[in-house]
């Protein structure tokens, strides 16, 4: 008969039983610690300014339909700036803004817009000068958020994720 593991390497079993414990309870905050740092960045979402040469683009709903005269805003400290309201097609363009503002598409506080740098330094002179805003027109304003894409690509994708059909 062959003798232990335990016995050949001369450790107690009592000291295995140990090891066991602690290991045991050091996974068990390892995952009790991922778990947490998990739902906190799940939590988190920090959105980039969008670097603009220009303000002007499309107001869409979320199936990729033009939303018609309303109104589009640049915010800054808390406080309207520059505006202008929508066509028939969507399309706005608000003239004469420089330096860093807050979008907002219709009314309500301007926490609910996008940040947008507008400008003619470097990052500015190579970003595509349309924005593709997409807004719920007709939703309760629990979740007012408004969606701005620099990239009709990446308009075209979300438009699709929606309805389940190109635009």
Same mark, same amino acid.
């Given at each position: 008969?062959? &003798?232990?593991?335990?016995?050949?390497?001369?450790?107690?079993?009592?000291?295995? @039983? %140990?090891?066991? *414990? @602690?290991?045991?309870?050091?996974?068990?905050?390892?995952? $009790?610690?991922?778990?947490?740092?998990?739902?906190?960045? $799940?939590?988190?979402?920090?959105?980039? &300014?969008?670097?603009?040469?220009?303000?002007?683009?499309?107001?869409?709903? #979320?199936?990729? =339909?033009?939303?018609? !005269?309303?109104?589009?805003?640049?915010?800054?400290?808390?406080? &309207?700036?520059?505006?202008?309201?929508?066509?028939?097609?969507?399309?706005?363009?608000? #003239?004469?803004?420089?330096?860093?503002?807050?979008?907002?598409?219709? $009314?309500?506080?301007? #926490?609910?817009? %996008? #940040?947008?740098?507008?400008?003619?330094?470097?990052?500015?002179?190579? *970003? %595509?000068?349309?924005?593709?805003?997409?807004?719920?027109? =007709?939703? &309760?304003?629990?979740? *007012?958020?408004?969606?701005? @894409?620099? !990239?009709?690509?990446?308009?075209?994708n979300a438009v699709w994720q929606n309805t389940g059909h190109y635009y």
């Amino acid at each position: 008969m062959k &003798p232990a593991t335990h016995e050949i390497l001369g450790i107690a079993k009592r000291r295995g @039983f %140990r090891l066991r *414990c @602690f290991l045991g309870v050091g996974f068990a905050w390892v995952v $009790a610690f991922g778990l947490t740092a998990r739902i906190t960045q $799940a939590q988190i979402t920090i959105l980039k &300014p969008l670097h603009v040469r220009h303000v002007q683009g499309y107001v869409t709903d #979320e199936k990729g =339909n033009a939303v018609a !005269s309303v109104v589009v805003q640049l915010f800054r400290d808390g406080k &309207p700036v520059l505006g202008t309201r929508a066509d028939n097609t969507g399309w706005f363009q608000i #003239e004469g803004a420089r330096g860093r503002y807050l979008l907002q598409v219709s $009314a309500g506080s301007p #926490e609910l817009g %996008r #940040e947008v740098a507008v400008g003619t330094n470097l990052l500015t002179l190579f *970003c %595509r000068k349309t924005l593709y805003v997409m807004v719920r027109p =007709n939703q &309760p304003c629990d979740d *007012c958020s408004i969606r701005v @894409f620099t !990239s009709r690509g990446k308009f075209f994708n979300a438009v699709w994720q929606n309805t389940g059909h190109y635009y």
